[in-house]
């Protein structure tokens, strides 16, 4: 006896509709969790950036006595530790995807790295010939700069909204931090810009499980 499951569809109305919904499946089991995307950064801008903020605090004394060494190398470390979760989480999405996708993908991946890389060693050439509150606005305003740019890069590759208007967030938030100066910066992109990073994780989650 056949099921009912492995009939045919009766006419073409319903044959189009079980292509929409095996279309949706598919995209939703290649579709990455939002959170694992987002809120690695989110977490790793609001504490890294918060350090940033509670030592190069407006002023010349320190909200929070602490080594000098500390708030840059906690931020690179969770930035590090962010990138190795949203990459894993990446290939075990997109690991079977082939064609023009996975080379958008790749090259995508490729402009994080390379750009990152220019950005590492332009502000290390600067760094000496900065006092240490304008060291730690140049590394800072220029990483928040870039990742604004490539989220906004990486919504017009995927015609993705929601990812360029996140990224145009990054960048406003990043230019209105620059403006007020050493310290403000790193509290202005720790609150809204981490915290821009984590409701974007939320509301893309939440958004994935209503469409289940």
């Given at each position: ?5 492995d009939?045919?569809p ?15 499946t ?47 190398t906690v ?33 995508y991946g ?9 950005l ?6 600067l ?11 140049l590394?800072?305003?220029l990483?928040?700069?870039l ?6 890069a ?38 809204a810009g ?13 958004r ?5």
């Open positions: 006896m056949i099921a009912d499951e009939l045919p009766e006419n073409a109305a319903a044959a189009l509709r079980l292509i929409d919904e095996q279309r949706a598919a995209a939703r089991q290649f579709e990455p969790d939002p959170r694992t995307y987002y809120w690695p950064w989110g977490l790793a801008w609001l504490l890294g950036f918060g350090l940033h903020f509670l030592y190069y605090s407006p002023g010349d004394t320190p909200l929070v006595e602490m080594p000098s060494w500390l708030p840059l931020l690179f470390v969770l930035l590090t530790v962010a990138g190795i979760v949203t990459a894993v989480a990446g290939a075990r999405a997109y690991g079977q995807v082939t064609g023009e996708s996975a080379r958008r993908g790749t090259w490729w402009a994080w790295g390379l750009g990152f890389l220019t590492f060693v332009l502000a290390g050439r760094s000496d010939s900065l006092p240490p509150d304008l060291v730690g606005l590394w800072s305003a990483a928040v700069g990742t604004g740019i490539l989220h906004m990486g919504g017009a590759i995927w015609l993705d909204h929601r990812l360029f208007l996140l990224g145009v967030w990054i960048t406003m938030v990043n230019l209105i931090g620059t403006i007020a100066g050493p310290g403000w910066h790193a509290l202005v992109v720790a609150v981490g915290g821009g990073m984590l409701l974007a994780g939320t509301l893309g989650w939440l994935r499980r209503s469409r289940r």
